[in-house]
């Protein structure tokens, strides 16, 4: 037998010093083929199962909207404006028109105001609806993926007798709306909304009260109100950080500005603050819808528009379900404009991601980041 | 002098390896011709109808029309569609809505990843041609450019009750297959 005096190298190469930087820490790619990450990818840096980074790979949906709307004309386009967030259309629509009806100066009638913020209203909860039920699978609690996605038809119902279509309603039109309430449609809304705020109590005896839900909230996720602020965080995610921010209270576009309701803030900025301010809207909305019928005033509920962009600048912008959307527009006087810049609410809260992975568990990513309601088909556009 | 015989190795286990090989072929065909019978045919195509999960993953808006479809009321479980995490365990992509070019790549790589018997249903008309999107500069127009699809379901987005036709359609195809494909 021979020996050699060599020193044992290999047990040593395997395992470097662990005080060098990034020595223990894992990189994982989340997505886009996976259940937690949606049409997505996140590239989680991990230490143990502690997130020390979290940097969003956008662009799986990017389809080039601006482009497009700078080749239809400006009905044509409106379809295309509202896939972006397509369980959200009616918002995104709404400042579209608005931006539209700012350059050619054309004011819609009472009803038709009024019209559109019952539809926005009725997509703000379909949208939250259909939020939660995700961030119940999230959480593998499959009670929580029915329920809303049960109640959210209640809504769609009442979308479609009103314009005829399911989600993409394309309701919203320059210079007003396309059609009048159809027969009996107050009584069954004002039901179906009383009906809806019962199911909400149960929600909470179900989901926001147990255990299995608070214990991987609170506390988790933390966006602290001033990072909120920094990282130009929008929408329930920085009413969730304790910033009272709501355009439709702030700067009141179509009928908000006659309506009575409250901006639902929470302190605290975690996952938990987050889900919370999404449910108090739910609630404010529902009773905004049965406000709104009731004041709504009678007359036409469309004026003639023409379609075309006439020359100059226009900015608008409304509080859609996930926060500030807003257009850009240059009219050049043709039938489409000559470029329009379209913002999204879940483009402005992308920053957040990051900001609010780091220091959260693994375990805790999908429902984390998924607290931010980022919609990633309307941030990439 | 009669023609050269192919040079053989005179290896008995070599040779042993060489026929067994020719018989297992042999026996493989036999036992597939078998199981391709009717009555066997039939059981594990009607275990194939009702267990088509699909994979989790999600390419554009009609998603939105997919989760209500497994959502309460429209319910797709009921037919065996149970959306889930992991490629290998699953049997079928719902390709929702437009594909992107960036995304056209993974689709692609999670396809050669599943395992055998897949299907494809393309959802969407941006699935099937491009839909409102087919003038753009990201996207593929069609998921048939790289993909085989079993089953188109039109729409923009195509209403739930168009999706459970589809999937529908797709169990009758299975019903009416061979158990081994060709491909
Ligand atoms: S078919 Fe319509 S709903 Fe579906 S992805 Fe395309 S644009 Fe979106």
Redesign the interface.
């Known amino acids: 037998m021979t020996t050699t005096d060599k020193p044992a190298q290999e047990s040593t190469l395997g395992s470097p010093s662990p005080d060098e930087p990034g020595a223990q820490t894992l990189t994982l790619s989340v997505g886009p083929q996976h259940s937690g990450s949606g049409h997505m990818r996140l590239i989680v840096e991990l230490d143990g199962d502690i997130i020390i980074n979290a940097e969003p790979d956008p662009g799986y949906v990017h389809r080039g909207i601006e482009k497009i709307i700078e080749l239809r004309n400006i009905i044509r386009s409106i379809p295309v404006i509202e896939r972006p967030s397509i369980i959200d259309a009616s918002n995104l629509n709404h400042a579209w028109v608005k931006a539209i009806e700012e350059l050619q100066g054309v004011e819609p009638p009472a009803r038709g105001q009024y019209l559109r913020c019952l539809l926005n209203e009725m997509n703000r909860i379909m949208s939250h609806l259909y939020w939660l039920s995700i961030y119940g699978v999230f959480l593998g609690h499959t009670t929580m993926f029915m329920w809303p996605l049960g109640d959210r038809e209640l809504f769609i119902d009442l979308a479609e007798s009103l314009t005829g279509a399911r989600i993409t309603y394309s309701y919203l039109v320059p210079g007003g709306v396309r059609r009048d309430l159809p027969q009996g449609f107050a009584e069954e809304a004002i039901k179906r909304t009383e009906y809806f705020e019962k199911r909400l109590d149960e929600y909470e005896n179900i989901f926001f009260k147990n255990p299995l839900f608070t214990s991987r909230a609170k506390g988790v996720g933390v966006l602290s109100r001033q990072r909120a602020i920094e990282l130009g965080a929008t929408g329930p995610t920085l009413r969730g950080s304790g910033v009272e921010a709501d355009l439709r209270k702030d700067e009141p576009y179509a009928a908000y500005g006659e309506l009575d309701f409250k901006v639902h803030t929470r302190p605290d900025g975690d996952s938990y603050s987050r889900v919370m301010v999404h449910v108090d809207e739910m609630r404010e909305s529902s009773q905004l819808i049965r406000q709104i019928l009731e004041k709504m005033p009678s007359g036409p509920v469309r004026r003639k528009a023409p379609i075309v962009v006439p020359r100059g600048e226009a900015y608008s912008r409304v509080e859609s379900a996930r926060g500030e959307c807003s257009f850009y527009m240059i009219g050049e006087g043709g039938d489409k404009p000559y470029r329009a810049r379209y913002i999204t609410g879940s483009y402005r809260n992308m920053a957040a991601i990051s900001a609010v992975l780091q220091g959260v568990r693994l375990a805790d990513m999908p429902t984390s980041w998924w607290s931010i309601d980022y919609w990633p088909v309307e941030a990439d556009r | 002098m009669s023609a050269q015989k192919p040079a053989q190795s005179d290896d008995p286990i070599e040779l042993l390896a060489d026929s067994m090989n020719v018989w297992v072929g042999k026996l493989s065909d036999i036992v597939h011709k078998v199981i391709d019978t009717e009555p066997i045919r039939n059981v594990i195509n009607w275990a194939r109808m009702y267990s088509l999960w699909p994979?989790?993953?999600?390419?554009?808006?009609c998603?939105?029309?997919f989760?209500?479809a497994?959502?309460?009321?429209h319910d797709l479980e009921r037919f065996g569609v149970l959306?889930y995490?992991s490629?290998r365990q699953s049997d079928l992509i719902v390709i929702e809505g437009?594909i992107?070019k960036?995304?056209a790549k993974?689709l692609r790589m999670?396809y050669d990843q599943m395992a055998i018997p897949r299907y494809v249903i393309a959802m969407g008309d941006c699935a099937i041609s491009g839909g409102?999107?087919h003038?753009?500069?990201?996207?593929v127009n069609g998921a048939h450019e790289f993909l085989p699809v079993d089953v188109f379901v039109p729409g923009?987005?195509p209403?739930p009750e168009a999706l459970e036709h589809g999937i529908i359609m797709l169990q009758e195809k299975i019903r009416n297959s061979k158990v081994y494909p060709q491909s």
């Open positions: 994979v989790n993953i999600t390419t554009a808006c998603s939105a029309e989760g209500a497994s959502g309460a009321r959306p995490g490629l437009t992107t960036k995304m993974r999670i409102l999107f003038d753009s500069y990201s996207i923009c987005p209403r």
